[in-house]
């Protein structure tokens, strides 16, 4: 058995890479502050997450990023290369879109798809794909994602 290649790096590169459109989605769904609030802790376990804003910002983000497919679903190909693009090996992009996929088969929905309904789905995935990276211990330093996008800035 081999042991997977260090990750926080790669998480730390693709988070800084999902953030760089944070601002458009945020004018765009015109939301106020306290949805960075929300994804500058969104690492921490003990956050709970509770806006759904922050679940219409993902989606927002995804598809700006074409991560996900039109039902608002990941784009399972998309989202592998994303993650190698940002420095992720095949084996830990293959183990990111694996624990996306699980989180959004757990929180499937059968009945109304709309926006807000959707929001609240994506959200409950992103705290599953955030429980799952910790569990591997691959949670990337939130301090030093923002030092890196303000630093592009």
């Known amino acids: 058995m ?21 601002e458009e989605c945020k004018h765009e769904l015109n939301m ?20 759904r804003d922050t679940g219409c910002a993902i989606i927002c983000m995804g598809k700006k990023l074409d991560l996900l497919d039109a039902s608002g679903r ?25 624990i996306i996929h699980d989180c959004e088969k757990k929180h499937e929905r059968d009945d109304d798809e709309c926006l807000r309904v959707l929001c ?4 409950e995935v992103a705290k ?16 030093v994602i923002v030092s890196e996008v303000l630093t592009e800035i």
Request: proline fraction near 3%; charge should be negative; hydrophobic fraction near 40%.
């Open 2 to 22: 081999r042991e997977t290649e260090p990750s926080k790096d790669p998480m730390k590169y693709i988070a800084s890479g999902f953030v760089k459109v944070l």
């Open 32 to 51: 106020n502050d306290h949805l960075i609030a929300d994804l500058f802790h969104y690492w921490k376990l003990e956050y709970t997450l509770l806006n």
């Open 74 to 98: 990941m784009h399972h190909g998309n989202a592998q290369e994303f993650a190698k693009k940002h420095g992720a090996g095949d084996e830990v992009a293959s183990q990111i879109v694996q």
């Open 120 to 123: 609240l789905r994506v959200l």
């Open 128 to 143: 599953c794909f955030r429980t799952g990276i910790h569990e591997l211990n691959w949670q990337p330093n939130v301090e």
